[in-house]
């Protein structure tokens, strides 16, 4: 079965940069609809952003321009490329992945944390 790991998360300043990483393992997942969510202290968890085939992705408008999804399917990672933090972007960001997929579009399905059934345990971005 699929199983993911995050890593990357750290402290970092205002305006500063971070790349967060997460590992697939168990499947294939080039066709999967992938998605990086966060949560922040006592608040839901929300949708960062998409990825599926062929590169397309999606990101919520609070990250647009700043955020970044990029996948290496060779090296069976996802990446989250952020830029000009901000302290309302702390929080624990996690990947999920969905196999089935099409009836809705990834990237509405990434704006719902139930949308997705497998995830990772999160890695921890705090920006000061």
């Known amino acids: 079965h699929v199983q993911l790991v995050e890593s990357g998360g750290d402290s970092v300043q205002s305006g500063g940069s971070l790349r967060l990483s997460c590992v697939v393992s168990g499947a294939d997942y080039s066709s999967y609809c992938m998605a990086w969510f966060r949560q922040a202290p006592g608040k839901e968890r929300e949708g960062v952003g998409s990825?599926?085939?062929?590169?397309?992705?999606t990101y919520a408008d609070s990250v647009k321009g700043r955020f970044s999804i990029s996948n290496d399917h060779a090296k069976k990672t996802s990446y989250l490329q952020m830029d000009n933090l901000r302290p309302e972007d702390t929080g624990i960001y996690y990947c999920?992945?969905?196999?089935?997929?099409?009836?809705?579009?990834?990237?509405?399905?990434?704006?719902?944390?139930?949308?997705?059934?497998?995830w990772g345990r999160g890695t921890q971005v705090t920006v000061s």
């Open positions: 999920a992945a969905n196999a089935q997929w099409g009836v809705r579009s990834c990237a509405t399905m990434a704006r719902t944390a139930s949308s997705f059934g497998v």
């Open positions: 990825y599926e085939r062929y590169g397309y992705t």
